[in-house]
């Protein structure tokens, strides 16, 4: 079954997960995020990571941060709402 996954998709798993546990422990207890669904949060943070590694992150640190950046222009509460 492991033949059928792309090598790239393969070795990109760590350097994923690791960027989400990163960035998770911050989003999780983001107050401009927390009106959101935990659900919505996972998956649209997963989304961001995947983006940013597919135009060739590399760096946890860097996806992680990237990706909280987007998701609060996303989904993120504005001042004042």
């Known amino acids: 079954m492991d033949d059928i996954v792309p090598e790239r998709n393969r070795?990109?798993?760590p350097l994923l997960s690791a960027a989400f546990e990163k960035s998770w422990r911050f989003v999780e207890?983001?107050?401009f995020l927390t009106h959101n669904a935990r659900d919505v949060l996972r998956a649209r943070l997963r989304a961001h990571l995947e983006r940013s590694s597919r135009s060739g992150e590399h760096n946890p640190f860097q996806l992680a941060n990237s990706a909280i950046w987007n998701l609060r222009n996303e989904l993120g509460r504005r001042p004042g709402s």
Do not use: G, N
């Open 11 to 13: 070795t990109s798993e």
């Open 29 to 31: 207890k983001d107050p």
